[in-house]
Every structure is written in structure tokens, then in C-alpha cells.
């Protein structure tokens, strides 16, 4: 039975995460959202990592659930996979490196010996995800002298600031990262900026597996990028899958349309300006408002790595959808803003009739969705499971914005029986 993974979120004891990222409201979202198998983020912090061992039994080998006993929430359907981030920041060939780092771990027994090491490197209290002054290389030889069943994957691989291949502080080529442990590198993260067609085009892209996740700061952003496997549950046939890039039991990645991630074009946040990589070759990288060199995007990184042309597609790859959050399609379909009480009244309607999230999204019939529903929101998700959007790139920080109904459309929404 298909099944849908979120490996990579922060709890509350990262910076500028909510305060509800604890257990039980991540399990509440989770059911909410579709997800069976969430990541724990940030095992490496002790306080959280406290949290996780009081608040979770095991379940199917090297996954946990939630422990009703006591507590007022009675689901606990949702599996938990240990994961954590770690930024390494340190010199490498004359530059400044800026990684992150996903490790997943099979059991609590191989997290405290992951945190017993790295806490003789840095402080593992001061942040969720915590900045250690480790070479990349060096912390894959850690964790795999640890446990090789821990699986390693750098996250959102084409952010200027913060990856592999970022602009600012990556590299060219998984080798010059990692060396000779370059071949336990199974899996790379797309990043919300960034989509398989993208990364198909680079040699690396092509040679790992591309998983897909939310990088969720609260509840409601998890699985805003996610996974859908077909296998067993359980911590080695979800990680082997993974590894072997096996298009029968790992079955899709679920994308944020490219364009709305905060890095997709090039760009200065301060100055509003937003550039293609062609206008960004025009300026000679530098900001036409102030001078100063721009923020590289990852459309503009992928040109400059890439060997195979746009809309190539690797073959033996993973496929992929591209979605957006359905509160974004009804706060879209109503002219307000996500957030607004309307839009969460209207969100609840539809996961009371169809379940989940992702069953309203993905699969649920548009005749039946008409018959729940306003037209323009039914409409809205129709648009959006065939691609038909328009999207204002993000760049330095900023999203994307998305519209999926044309200025024209907006001013006929109000009169709903007037618009389709």
C-alpha cells in the first residue's frame, strides 16, 4: 500500500521554528496532511531528543508512533524515522563551506553515540540544528563508523547559502565535497527552489536518488514537499528504496512548483530586483540598483553545472508531481490570504469529507470535489494537478507568488456562478 514520507522538519527547539512543532501536534498535521512516516528533526538536540524518548515507542523495525497512554490524542498511526540537520560550516579548497547535512538513524542507541561525538565538536544545545566546524567528508566518516546503516543525504542541494551546490559556498561535484566517500552519497534533497527536471540536467543529479521534502518550520508546512513509496514500513526498506532508486517501490516525489521556492531567479532582496540568469549575464552578476553583486539562484547554478539540455529527463529516474498546499489554491480561489479564518473554515470542510490533504490534492475526483465545494476552489485544484499556473519567481529570500486564476478571473470571483 502506497504510503506517504516527510523526512526532513524542525522541531521548537530550532531558530525561527513555531512553537507547536512538538509530538503531538506534529502527529495531529500528520494525519491531517496524509503523511504516514515524519521525520523527527534535530535528534541531535538533548532537550528534544529527551522529548522524543518519552513521548515515542517503537513500532515496526527502526520506526516509532506516538504513546496514547495518558494523553488526549488517540492516533497513533504516524510513524517517526529519526533525522536530524547539521550545518558544517568550515574552509575547504580556499573557500568558505556552508553544508547541510540530513543523517538518518535506525535506532535511539545510534543517536546518542552520534550526539556523544559531535558534541565534542560543538555545542549540540544551542540550536535544533546545530553549526558544527566539521569538514562534510569528515561527518559522513563519523556517522557511518557509528552505524552504516545510517543513511546521509545533503539537503536542499542548489540553495545559494546553505548546499552542496549552492552559489555562495558549495561545490562543483559530489566528489570534491566528499572524496572517497562520495559513493555512500546515495540521495540528494530537491529543495523547494529546485525540481528533478532541474537537477536531471547536472551529472550528480542524475547519479543520486532526488527525495523530496518540506523543511517544515511548523505544523502546517509539513509535507509541502514530500515522498510516496509502495513498500513495507520500516527504517531499512524505506532507506534501501531510497538507495536503490527502485521506480516500484518508491514511487514519486510530490514538488513545490520550482519558481515558488525563495532562490529560484537571482536577485537583491533590498533592492526589489528580480533577475533571469540571462538578465543577471547582462548586469555582469551586479545588482543594476545598487551595484553589489547578486544573490545566484538556483535556475542560474543549475545552467552553470548542467551538461544536458531544459527538460531532459534521466532515465530509471524517480518522477515527480508538482502541487501546491491547498490552503494556498482556496485562500487563491477566495482573493484572501491563506491564513485568513475563511480559508481555514473552508480547508477543514474538505479534509472532513475527503480525509487528508494529499487524497484532495492528488486524488480525489474533480466531479466529486464540484459537489463539495465552490467551483473556483474545485477549479483551482484542477488547475494545479495540470500544471496550469503562473508563478512570479522568488529570488534572495523572497517567494514565489503563485496565480492560478488570471486578473480577469479575480474581479468575476466574487459573483462564483459567474466565473465557470
Not at 550545518?87 to 538518518?104: E, L, N, P, Q, T
Not at 545510534?110 to 561525538?117: D, F, R
Not at 529570500?397 to 486578473?407: A, Q, R
Request: proline share 5%.
Amino acid at each position: 500500500m502506497a504510503f506517504i514520507a516527510d523526512f526532513h522538519i524542525h522541531s521548537k527547539y530550532s531558530r525561527a521554528t513555531s512553537p507547536q512543532m512538538d509530538v503531538e501536534h506534529l502527529v495531529k498535521s500528520a494525519k491531517i496532511k496524509g503523511i504516514k512516516v515524519l521525520g523527527t528533526g534535530d535528534f541531535t538536540h538533548p532537550q528534544w531528543l529527551q522529548e522524543l524518548k518519552e513521548k515515542l515507542e517503537p513500532a515496526e523495525p527502526g520506526l516509532f508512533r506516538f504513546k496514547t497512554q495518558g494523553s488526549r490524542l488517540e492516533d497513533n498511526e504516524t510513524r517517526f524515522i529519526l533525522t536530524s540537520e547539521i550545518s558544517c560550516i568550515y574552509s575547504k579548497g580556499g573557500r568558505v563551506r556552508k553544508i547541510h547535512i540530513i543523517i538518518f538513524a535506525p535506532d535511539f542507541e545510534t543517536v546518542e553515540k552520534i550526539n556523544t561525538q559531535l558534541g565534542w565538536i560543538g555545542n549540540l544545545k544551542a540550536d535544533g540544528r546545530p553549526i558544527l566546524g566539521l569538514d562534510a567528508k569528515e561527518l559522513v566518516k563519523i556517522v557511518l563508523n557509528i552505524s552504516q546503516d545510517c543513511l546521509i543525504v545533503p539537503a536542499h542541494l542548489m540553495t545559494p547559502w546553505f548546499s552542496l551546490f549552492g552559489s555562495k559556498s558549495g561545490f562543483n561535484f559530489l566528489e570534491e565535497c566528499f572524496e572517497d566517500y562520495s559513493k555512500y552519497i546515495f540521495a540528494g534533497e530537491t529543495g523547494l527552489s529546485a525540481n528533478p527536471l532541474m537537477l536531471w540536467r547536472m551529472p550528480d543529479g542524475r547519479r543520486i536518488t532526488l527525495i523530496s521534502n518540506s523543511d517544515s518550520h511548523s505544523p502546517a508546512k509539513i509535507g509541502r514537499e514530500a515522498n510516496v513509496f509502495d513498500t513495507e514500513i520500516s527504517y531499512d526498506v524505506i532507506t534501501n528504496a531510497i538507495k536503490q532508486k527502485d521506480p516500484k517501490k518508491f514511487l514519486y516525489t510530490i514538488e513545490f512548483f520550482p519558481e515558488e521556492g525563495k532562490y529560484h531567479y537571482d536577485g537583491h532582496r533590498n533592492c526589489n530586483v528580480s533577475l533571469s540568469p540571462a538578465e543577471t549575464k547582462k548586469y555582469n552578476g551586479l545588482c543594476p540598483v545598487c551595484g553589489r553583486p547578486l544573490t545566484v539562484g538556483v535556475l542560474n547554478r543549475v545552467e552553470e553545472l548542467a551538461d544536458r539540455p531544459e527538460s531532459f529527463k534521466s532515465e530509471n529516474a524517480i518522477p515527480f508531481k508538482s502541487l501546491i498546499p491547498l490552503a494556498e489554491i482556496i485562500g487563491e480561489a477566495l482573493g484572501i490570504g491563506d491564513s485568513s479564518k475563511e480559508v481555514e473554515k473552508e480547508y477543514q470542510n474538505l479534509i472532513q469529507k475527503f480525509n487528508n490533504e494529499f487524497h484532495i490534492l492528488v486524488e480525489v475526483p474533480l466531479s466529486d470535489l464540484k459537489a463539495a465545494t465552490l467551483p473556483q476552489i474545485a477549479e483551482g485544484i484542477s488547475r494545479v494537478r495540470e500544471g496550469k499556473v503562473q508563478i512570479e519567481p522568488g529570488y534572495d529570500g523572497v517567494y514565489g507568488k503563485i496565480k492560478i486564476f488570471s486578473e480577469a478571473e479575480k474581479k468575476e470571483l466574487p459573483g462564483q456562478k459567474s466565473l465557470f
